[in-house]
């Protein structure tokens, strides 16, 4: 298949390109950077993304912006307006249960695609172990303290994300399936100490309780799908390969 990867640059992206590849699929990239393989694009400015589309089976979107989701989806969307080609959106578990306005607009990017017309598959996934690492714990590396918020939280590794997304995209336009989550539900507390641990470190782990909507969601297990998910990598066997590279 002739497929396109918005975010190919990104984290998932990184794994998803070369796991397409190795399935034999022509992949091409959208990015705002030029690059091997990249049709450069930019969602927010709309530049660039009608001829990045243009003759693909399958667009693999990717991209993301904090500051609006929605928006650059709906730039994709007016692209594949008229083609067939099959929309595969991944989206995040608790999008509709835990107050953030980043969420919100990926809520509104879902509901966007759904009354689209376009063919398409949505599919929430849970944080990547590698996100909370390095948006989380990584940045307090040098504190005497490791702060996180309460409630629970169910990583997933790339390497269980990215294969299935290849299996998403041979399945074709399936709609809004089921969420996918990695192994463990655990606090934030929890996965925090065996990030110290990862390190040799033993400090303090102070819960802030802070009276901010995302925290109450995610202390109310919004972040989590409520059941052992598909994953099969660990926070722990994340740790380790990171410690080994
Ligand atoms: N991170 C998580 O824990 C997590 C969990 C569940 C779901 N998700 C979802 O999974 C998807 C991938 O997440 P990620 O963490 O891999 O993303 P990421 O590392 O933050 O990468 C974002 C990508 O978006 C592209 N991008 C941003 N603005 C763009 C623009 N204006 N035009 C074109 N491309 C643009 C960037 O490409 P260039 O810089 O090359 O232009 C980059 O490759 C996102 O939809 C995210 O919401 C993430």
């Not at 007016?78 to 083609?83: H, I, P, Q, R, V």
């Not at 919100?104 to 689209?116: F, M, T, V």
């Amino acid at each position: 298949m002739d497929i396109l990867v918005t975010g190919g640059t990104g984290r998932l992206g990184r794994h998803v390109v070369p796991a397409l590849r190795d399935r034999g699929h022509t992949v091409r990239v959208l990015s705002r950077r030029p690059g091997e393989g990249h049709r450069v694009g930019d969602l927010d400015r709309g530049a660039g993304i009608a001829a990045a589309v243009a003759g693909v089976d399958t667009v693999v979107h990717l991209a993301s912006t904090s500051k609006d989701d929605a928006r650059q989806t709906r730039a994709l969307l007016d692209a594949l307006e008229g083609s067939r080609a099959h929309l595969l959106y991944v989206s995040i578990v608790g999008v509709d249960r835990v107050p953030l306005g980043y969420y919100r607009s990926k809520l509104a990017a879902e509901e966007a695609i759904g009354a689209s017309g376009v063919p398409h598959t949505i599919i929430r996934v849970t944080q990547f172990h590698d996100f909370v690492v390095s948006m989380f714990l990584a940045p307090q590396r040098h504190l005497p303290v490791t702060c996180v918020i309460p409630g629970t939280a169910q990583p997933i590794d790339l390497r269980d994300v990215a294969p299935r997304i290849v299996e998403l995209v041979e399945a074709g336009p399936s709609g809004r399936v089921d969420d996918l989550a990695g192994p463990e539900i655990r606090t934030l507390a929890e996965f925090a100490a065996e990030w110290q641990r990862s390190l040799g470190k033993r400090r303090p782990i102070w819960t802030l309780r802070l009276p901010i909507g995302f925290v109450k969601g995610a202390a109310a297990g919004g972040l989590t799908t409520g059941r052992p998910g598909a994953g099969r990598i660990t926070f722990a066997e994340f740790l380790a390969a990171e410690a080994e590279r």
